[in-house]
């Protein structure tokens, strides 16, 4: 009888909220969670390393985190006095407008994207720095690409449903020991075009 894989738990998904979007609006607790849910649970002391700052920054932010509920302590890897770190979620949710109602909560929302888009740009220009120390096959592989359309509010929330489930799709179906396998980060933004082409 063939053997099959264990079945992948769900994602872990939060609709951020007015309080934690103001506390995950800040360069490093959005460093910190990216860390955790790419590296899984980790110590302060390791996450300052990784992120190139120090423990007690780490912690604190660690902390903020942890009080709205976006981190939580990982006892069980605990050793001595060390405090471990895990993600609470896998993936955060919003749609813009459920922040239209307070001005700290939409300033905090758009200053996240902005960041995002910020974040993009460090991976392309980093990419291009190091592009041709990789194999012909990623090169091919990886990069971007933009479609124009002309589409409705109704058909492109469909779309980005669409698109998102392939992504699951393929996240799901991840085998690590496929040989040449690397950690890629996938962006899927749109947005109109304002003052021309």
């Known amino acids: 009888m063939e053997k099959r ?22 360069p490093l607790r959005l460093r910190l969670l990216g860390a955790l849910r790419v590296d899984g649970p980790a110590t302060a002391t390791r996450l300052a390393e990784l992120l190139g700052t120090n423990t007690g920054a780490t912690s604190y932010h660690l902390r903020q985190l942890a009080e709205v509920g976006l981190v939580t302590e990982a006892p069980e890897l605990a050793s001595g006095r060390q405090r471990w770190w895990r993600a609470a979620h896998d993936v955060t949710n919003f749609e813009p407008t459920d922040f239209d109602d307070d001005p700290d909560a939409r300033a905090a929302i758009e200053w996240i994207q902005g960041d995002q888009v910020r974040l993009l740009v460090e991976h392309a220009e980093r990419w291009f720095a190091v592009q041709h120390d990789w194999s012909p096959a990623w090169r091919d592989a990886l990069g971007m690409g933009d479609a124009f359309m ?5 058909r492109l929330t469909a779309l980005n449903a669409e698109l998102w489930q392939v992504l699951q799709r393929y996240h799901d179906e991840v085998d690590p020991a496929e040989a040449d396998a690397e950690p890629v ?8 075009l304002l003052g021309g082409r």
Do not use: G, K, N
């Not at 002309?150 to 109704?154: G, H, K, L, N, V």
């Not at 980060?185 to 109109?192: C, D, G, I, K, N």
């Open 5 to 26: 894989p264990a079945a992948r738990r769900p994602p872990r998904e939060v609709r951020i909220d007015h309080r934690q979007v103001r506390v995950l609006a800040h």
């Open 150 to 154: 002309t589409i409705s509010p109704e």
């Open 185 to 192: 980060q996938v962006f899927v933004a749109a947005y109109p």
